[in-house]
């Protein structure tokens, strides 16, 4: 079997050193895939399993393709989910999970015996890589782009945490500890003093030997999702969607507060006043097409000062945004954020999908 990852209707091919195109072929039949599969353990670091493997997003998804006829039930991303899906006469399978190289989508010989199977989501390899906040944060900073100040710190160097955030351009407070590889808002504080740092941080280490501390950004919060390409349609960035109802400086969990209660579109009015979100929204385009992403990409980021006008900072990737949307009996009023930025261009969930 060969296995296409896809944009669109572009598909790629990762499992060759190069990027070939092709298009996909006969009629689509979606498989939802949600995370059954532990992330693996990376340079001592894992990312953290999603609560649910993925399955209340997934669900969404499928229950509004289903209406168009599109879409079978959700299968778990192992081995034997993946050949369930494709015997159940898939040939296009949602991988709405966490992805890594090594992954069964990427190296099961179980599925050679098939045709060609197109899948929609990140490339693996890209989001093992990239999912690194501290490498990424390296290279885009190396690449122009505009992000925190920030440095590791590992058991090894916890005792001259002073030392080591100074060489890194900042003060040890207020600052944001954060895992290397983390999900949505865990393990993120917001730190007031130094003392109050040294302490996460070293609570942190019992679950990831490195601990990222940046700069805090203390401006106006936003998320840019970015769409992949589409035949001459470049990357292209949705309407901002401003943040709101912070606890302590940081956003709560992910499903603990709706998103329409903390977040909103930005409207053209308002954008077009303030040149720094056109400022953004152009970097963090550029910075998807850097990364050569295939499916959509979200960037949160805060602005250095809490006053408009300032500049704003991109403070993290998120390579697998959550793509949850109403439709389903009970998910009437489920948002995602991707979703609140397509509404801002009269696109709705089923359109969106």
């Known amino acids: 079997m060969d296995v296409f990852w896809e944009t669109s209707f572009w598909a790629h091919s990762l499992r060759t050193p190069f990027t070939r195109r092709a298009y996909s072929s006969g009629k689509p039949r979606v498989a939802l895939l949600y995370q059954a599969l532990d992330p693996p353990i990376i340079n001592g670091v894992r990312t953290p399993k999603e609560q649910g493997g993925y399955r209340d997003s997934g669900t969404d998804i499928a229950y509004v393709l289903r209406e168009q006829s599109r879409v079978d039930i959700c299968f ?18 949602w991988a709405n999970i966490v992805l890594f190289k090594d992954h069964s989508l990427q190296i099961s010989s179980a599925l050679d015996t098939h045709g060609d199977i197109r ?41 001259g945490l002073r030392t080591t955030i100074w ?106 006043a303030d040149r720094m979100y056109r400022r953004i929204i152009k970097e963090c385009e550029q910075v998807a097409k850097l990364l050569q992403t295939t499916a959509p990409i979200s960037f949160d980021v805060r602005r250095y000062r809490n006053q408009g006008g300032s500049p704003f900072a991109i403070f993290d990737v998120n390579m697998n945004p959550d793509m949850s949307g109403p439709g389903r009996p009970g998910r009437e009023n489920q948002a995602s954020l991707i979703g609140l930025a397509a509404e801002g261009y009269g696109i709705n969930y089923p359109e969106l999908l």
């Open 76 to 93: 778990p991303d192992d081995e034997q989910g993946i050949i369930a899906a494709v015997h159940a006469g898939a040939n296009h399978l």
């Open 119 to 159: 899948v929609i989501g990140q490339p693996p390899l890209v989001v093992e890589t990239f999912e690194d906040k501290h490498y990424l944060n390296g290279m885009l900073r190396q690449r122009g782009s505009t992000v925190p100040k920030s440095c590791v710190l590992t058991p090894n160097n916890i005792d």
């Open 167 to 272: 060489r890194g351009g900042f003060t040890s407070a207020p600052s944001i500890a954060k895992p290397i590889r983390g999900r949505g808002s865990h393990g993120i504080k917001h730190c007031l003093t130094p003392q109050i740092l040294e302490q996460h941080i070293r609570d942190l280490f019992a679950e990831s030997p490195m601990v990222m501390v940046e700069e805090y950004l203390s401006g106006q919060e936003v998320t840019v999702a970015v769409m992949p390409p589409m035949g001459h349609v470049p990357y292209l960035a949705l309407p901002v969607v401003t943040r709101f109802g912070h606890a302590k400086c940081v956003l709560p969990p992910s499903g603990t507060v709706a998103l329409t209660t903390d977040s909103r579109a930005v409207g053209i009015i308002e954008e077009v």
